[in-house]
């Protein structure tokens, strides 16, 4: 059967959207539906118009021409309120939250329960709360618990249970495990099949195609703003889907190469830096890609940080081709020839409102001045050099950084980076939210970097990408290194339960 033969009547449907920017065509001629009761991913690469799409159906953008249905009625959202009033809510990647308030608070603020005088009534207003809760068989949130004590999954679940106080029909969720544990994603997923026992019917738009898989009904793929096509998730594969996103066949998502390993870059002896690094002693050597795998909380991006003098260890030893040296700085790092991709480009990596041009410059500006005075010629050479070799797509080097989208950003802190020629690499979550051709990109860059003698480091929560890539495999817990396994012995089962603290586990996989 068709992923569109025998379909019953959408909640919502958009019919060729039409979306225009000044000097960008976002949405060409797109259409797409959602039916009760399903959830159906949207994918496809940064810039190919997801986002774009659905602020159209949030009544945060109107299109320039094209109609949207709502339970087969055309029906203008003008504003997001209009999209409330038909049923719509939007859960982005970014949580709308007030920190200071409660559960109940956030979830109905704007329409809370009133009592006579029209005073807001508050214990109704924490029963309804309670309700919406165990509705969703949440045992482990109260009403009155502040927001901002919580994790970012239980942040995420008092997003869904907003949309719900507003009867949403369609809820629309944006990248929405990003940033959560593995145990926030088991929980998500289950609410997800929840809501759609209900009828309601959700859009999801996530880069992980495992994720895909494991909860839509149907998927629907767009390639540079159009419409490329739907399938029923049980009749295809990820390899017709990357190819549906892309324009062409990924065969390997990890290009590993064979390159020559030589002495020596980093070296580190019992380094503590508390409260979650402790007693660290790792070997990177030149030519060599070493993953760091663990669980969120284990100590890996807190490690990456002390190395890079964001936090300057308090003990222990780092030495860097064979010589000790003190990093108290990450101009310390920097002049030592470590450079460092954050985990979190936007706020660590990048300057948004700064130019293309003046992001990649940024870290090597030393090199491009002379007397005080930068190279301007220098600089815009640099610039096209990168642009051209990591293929950043950008209108030009003025185009503000903060426009393109995330595989691009990412590919700019990396060109930032490598201007300054690094001896050591430090890579965290290289290809978090970015599209599977991006990913395949920057993957291919490292092996590149490596041939060329750079050491890296590289940590990653997706255990495929470090499976992949890397040549040895360490394992962090609780702010220590508890396993390492070379190559041939870093299996996902081995990994994996050392992640866990199942070390009898990891010695029977290994």
Same mark, same amino acid.
């Given at each position: 059967?068709?992923?569109?033969?025998?379909?019953?009547?959408?909640?919502?449907?958009?019919?060729?959207?039409?979306?225009?920017?000044?000097?960008?065509?976002?949405?060409?001629?797109?259409?797409?539906?959602?039916?009760?009761?399903?959830?159906?991913?949207?994918?496809?690469?940064?810039?190919?118009?997801?986002?774009?799409?659905?602020?159209?159906?949030?009544?945060?953008?109107?299109?320039?021409?094209?109609?949207? %249905?709502?339970?087969?009625?055309?029906?203008? +959202?003008?504003?997001?309120?209009?999209?409330?009033?038909?049923?719509?809510?939007?859960?982005?990647?970014?949580?709308?939250?007030?920190?200071?308030?409660?559960?109940?608070?956030?979830?109905?603020?704007?329409?809370?329960?009133?009592?006579?005088?029209?005073?807001?009534?508050?214990?109704?207003?924490?029963?309804?709360?309670?309700?919406?809760?165990?509705?969703?068989?949440?045992?482990?949130?109260?009403?009155?618990?502040?927001?901002?004590?919580?994790?970012?999954?239980?942040?995420?679940?008092?997003?869904?249970?907003?949309?719900?106080?507003?009867?949403?029909?369609?809820?629309?969720?944006?990248?929405?495990?990003?940033?959560?544990?593995?145990?926030?994603?088991?929980? %998500?997923?289950?609410?997800?099949?929840?809501?759609?026992?209900?009828?309601?019917?959700?859009?999801?738009?996530?880069?992980?195609?495992?994720?895909?898989?494991?909860?839509?009904?149907?998927?629907?793929?767009?390639?540079?703003?159009?419409?490329?096509?739907?399938?029923?998730?049980?009749?295809?594969?990820?390899?017709? +889907?990357?190819?549906?996103?892309?324009?062409?066949?990924?065969?390997?998502?990890?290009?590993?190469?064979?390159?020559?390993?030589?002495?020596?870059?980093?070296?580190?002896?019992?380094?503590?830096?508390?409260?979650?690094?402790?007693?660290?002693?790792?070997?990177?050597?030149?030519?060599?890609?070493?993953?760091?795998?663990? %669980?969120?909380?284990?100590?890996?991006?807190?490690?990456?940080?002390?190395?890079?003098?964001?936090?300057?260890?308090?003990?222990?030893?780092?030495?860097?081709?064979?010589?000790?040296?003190?990093?108290?700085?990450?101009?310390?790092?920097?002049?030592?020839?470590?450079?460092?991709?954050?985990?979190?480009?936007?706020?660590?990596?990048?300057?948004?409102?700064?130019?293309?041009?003046?992001?990649?410059?940024?870290?090597?500006?030393?090199?491009?001045?002379?007397?005080?005075?930068?190279?301007?010629?220098?600089?815009?050479?640099?610039?096209?050099?990168?642009?051209?070799?990591?293929?950043?797509?950008?209108?030009?080097?003025?185009?503000?950084?903060?426009?393109?989208?995330?595989?691009?950003?990412?590919?700019?802190?990396?060109?930032?980076?490598?201007?300054?020629?690094?001896?050591?690499?430090?890579?965290?979550?290289?290809?978090?939210?970015?599209?599977?051709?991006?990913?395949?990109?920057?993957?291919?860059?490292?092996?590149? +970097?490596?041939?060329?003698?750079?050491?890296?480091?590289?940590?990653?929560?997706?255990?495929?990408?470090? %499976?992949?890539?890397?040549?040895?495999?360490?394992?962090?817990?609780?702010?220590?290194?508890?396993?390492?396994?070379?190559?041939?012995?870093?299996?996902?089962?081995?990994?994996?339960?050392?992640?866990?603290?199942?070390?009898?586990?990891?010695?029977?996989?290994?």
């Amino acid at each position: 059967m068709s992923a569109t033969q025998d379909a019953p009547t959408p909640l919502i449907e958009v019919r060729a959207i039409e979306k225009t920017f000044p000097g960008v065509r976002a949405l060409s001629a797109v259409s797409f539906d959602v039916r009760a009761g399903e959830a159906h991913a949207l994918i496809g690469e940064n810039g190919a118009g997801k986002s774009t799409l659905i602020k159209i159906m949030s009544g945060v953008f109107g299109p320039d021409s094209g109609s949207i %249905l709502v339970e087969g009625r055309e029906t203008r +959202l003008a504003t997001p309120d209009d999209a409330r009033r038909a049923g719509i809510a939007t859960i982005y990647q970014e949580l709308l939250l007030f920190p200071e308030l409660s559960v109940a608070e956030n979830i109905f603020l704007g329409h809370a329960p009133r009592a006579r005088g029209g005073w807001i009534d508050w214990r109704t207003m924490r029963a309804k709360a309670q309700e919406l809760l165990a509705s969703l068989d949440i045992d482990d949130l109260a009403a009155d618990e502040t927001v901002g004590a919580l994790s970012v999954g239980n942040r995420q679940r008092v997003e869904i249970l907003r949309a719900l106080s507003h009867d949403a029909r369609v809820v629309i969720m944006d990248e929405p495990t990003a940033a959560l544990t593995e145990a926030d994603v088991t929980r %998500l997923f289950d609410i997800v099949r929840r809501l759609k026992a209900r009828g309601v019917a959700i859009i999801y738009i996530s880069h992980r195609l495992d994720e895909t898989f494991a909860i839509a009904d149907r998927v629907t793929v767009l390639r540079d703003g159009a419409y490329v096509g739907t399938r029923l998730t049980r009749e295809t594969n990820s390899g017709e +889907l990357v190819q549906m996103m892309v324009g062409r066949r990924i065969d390997n998502m990890f290009p590993k190469t064979e390159a020559p390993i030589g002495e020596p870059v980093l070296e580190t002896r019992d380094l503590v830096r508390r409260p979650l690094t402790k007693s660290i002693s790792v070997t990177v050597r030149a030519g060599e890609i070493v993953g760091l795998a663990g %669980l969120v909380g284990s100590g890996r991006s807190e490690l990456a940080q002390t190395l890079f003098g964001v936090w300057p260890a308090e003990s222990g030893e780092i030495r860097l081709m064979g010589e000790a040296v003190t990093i108290r700085s990450p101009a310390d790092a920097r002049a030592r020839g470590i450079a460092y991709v954050p985990e979190d480009r936007g706020s660590q990596g990048l300057v948004r409102p700064m130019s293309v041009l003046h992001n990649l410059s940024l870290a090597a500006l030393t090199s491009l001045s002379h007397s005080g005075f930068i190279d301007r010629g220098a600089e815009l050479r640099l610039a096209e050099q990168a642009v051209g070799r990591f293929g950043v797509k950008t209108r030009s080097l003025d185009e503000l950084a903060g426009r393109l989208s995330g595989g691009n950003q990412q590919k700019i802190v990396l060109g930032k980076w490598l201007a300054n020629q690094p001896k050591l690499l430090i890579l965290d979550e290289p290809t978090r939210g970015i599209d599977v051709g991006a990913k395949a990109e920057i993957h291919r860059f490292m092996g590149e +970097l490596a041939r060329a003698g750079v050491a890296i480091l590289m940590i990653s929560s997706e255990l495929p990408e470090v %499976l992949g890539m890397s040549d040895r495999v360490l394992v962090m817990r609780e702010g220590r290194v508890v396993a390492e396994f070379d190559r041939a012995a870093a299996t996902s089962q081995a990994v994996g339960a050392a992640m866990m603290g199942d070390l009898g586990a990891t010695e029977q996989a290994a």
